[in-house]
């Protein structure tokens, strides 16, 4: 009897030890599955930055490169055949959105290229090409676009908000002066500023931050505030 006593008591001891660390185990895989889901989405923000950062470097190149070409409509079709031309333009300015931010899908910004060549010697075949760029608005990306190409140039995605710095270049003499802020149609010149501010898509841990970003560009042409800036 004494010996059935004690196999029943040691059993309903390890039962008891048994719920314990069953209580345990799962607290540690909880912990564990906690840590896990922490650190993906934290891999998940850092693979977001780094895309942004690599789309933003492309982007700002890009509009650099194309904004500070910038020109009137320049063309030579006329001068064809002539040993001293002369260059006929037609005014382009360096049409903006005044509210970007708020704006609907399409056009937020647009200017002309026009590359010339002059041929110097017999039959002067000077000739001219003409590309227009626009920053185009989809939702939340933006995209540089090209009537040269039927593919974007550059994009950034996941923008929660851009707006425009326009200031006008006037010249008096043989000095430049920057006015104030806004479109003076006597400009010869546009001191141009786009800030950006880009926020991850929602569900991401840390989809309440905020990235600004901000560049200046000098534009040859002078402004014009357009609410669908197109040529």
């Not at 719920?19 to 993906?40: G, K």
């Amino acid at each position: 009897m004494k010996f059935a006593y004690q196999t029943r008591r040691n059993a309903a001891y390890t039962m008891v030890e048994a719920l314990v660390a069953i209580v345990i185990l799962s607290s540690f895989i909880l912990t564990l599955m906690f840590m896990y889901r922490r650190s993906t989405e934290a891999f998940k923000i850092t693979v977001w930055k780094q895309e942004r950062t690599a789309q933003a470097e492309i982007f700002w190149a890009f509009m650099r490169k194309h904004l500070e070409e910038a020109t009137n409509f320049l063309d030579l079709t006329s001068e064809v055949g002539k040993e001293n031309p002369a260059i006929p333009f037609i005014p382009r300015p360096f049409k903006f959105h005044p509210t970007p931010g708020s704006a609907a899908d399409g056009n937020i910004l647009a200017w002309n290229v026009s590359n010339t060549k002059f041929a110097f010697s017999p039959p002067y075949a000077h000739s001219s090409q003409h590309t227009n760029f626009f920053l185009v608005k989809r939702k939340k990306r933006i995209e540089l676009v090209s009537s040269a190409s039927a593919k974007p140039l550059a994009a950034i995605d996941d923008v929660e908000d851009i707006a425009f710095t326009i200031s006008s270049i006037l010249k008096d003499g043989n000095k430049e002066e920057i006015t104030n802020p806004g479109a003076d149609p006597n400009a010869v010149g546009t001191m141009f500023e786009i800030s950006l501010t880009l926020k991850p898509p929602q569900g991401l841990i840390a989809s309440d931050i905020k990235i600004p970003h901000n560049h200046k560009f000098r534009v040859n042409v002078p402004p014009h505030s357009d609410s669908a800036p197109s040529y």
